[in-house]
């Protein structure tokens, strides 16, 4: 496939879709080497990621569960169904990637450009996701900012949500696009 047709063939496949078959590790390790090469701003490399698999993963979904309804009693805004949601979808994917970001502890760059650059890393896993035929979703919950503890993140640490990946059960089409030119303005 060419890249147009890898970028044209990207798919957010809703987690419900993916197939419940493990993943090899050398497949993750390949995402993650493609996540390495985003580009960025002064060499910062600010992307990091938790990979949770197995019993790993099930902690993680049932401790998001506990820690989510307990922020509740407390008046935290999230419903039940959403906490049920997301800790369920957890569980069910088969590598649950938690997106991290790690500014520049020389504070050289803004933050929006350290968190483009990680989004950049996310879309050079997902794109090698798309050419691998696997299945992915970056869920990005209002709550993440919860999660500090959860994920054992240093100080200058923050959560930009979690990446699901998995074979793909069904194939999930284009919901497609508007016309580039709309989008456009040529200044000559």
Do not use: C
Not at 37 to 48: F, G, L
Not at 80 to 106: G, H, Y
Request: glycine residues 4%.
């Amino acid at each position: 496939m060419s890249v147009i047709e890898i970028i044209k063939n990207r798919r957010a496949t809703p987690p419900r879709l993916f197939a419940k078959k493990d993943l090899p590790n050398g497949s993750v390790e390949e995402l993650l080497r493609s996540a390495n090469w985003a580009p960025n701003h002064k060499k910062t490399e600010p992307w990091r990621f938790k990979v949770y698999r197995g019993e790993a993963k099930a902690k993680l979904a049932a401790d998001a569960r506990t820690l989510l309804l307990e922020k509740q009693k407390e008046g935290y805004p999230v419903a039940p169904e959403k906490i049920e949601k997301f800790a369920s979808t957890i569980e069910q994917v088969p590598v649950a990637i938690a997106v991290i970001l790690q500014p520049d502890s020389a504070g050289r760059l803004p933050e929006w450009e350290e968190i483009a650059a990680v989004s950049m890393a996310v879309q050079n896993m997902w794109l090698t996701a798309t050419e691998m035929d696997l299945a992915a979703f970056w869920a990005t919950p209002t709550f993440i900012e919860l999660f500090d503890r959860l994920l054992e993140l240093e100080n200058n640490q923050k959560s930009l949500g979690f990446f699901y990946v998995g074979q793909v059960m069904m194939d999930f089409p284009s919901p497609g696009r508007r016309d580039w030119k709309e989008k456009i303005e040529w200044k000559d």
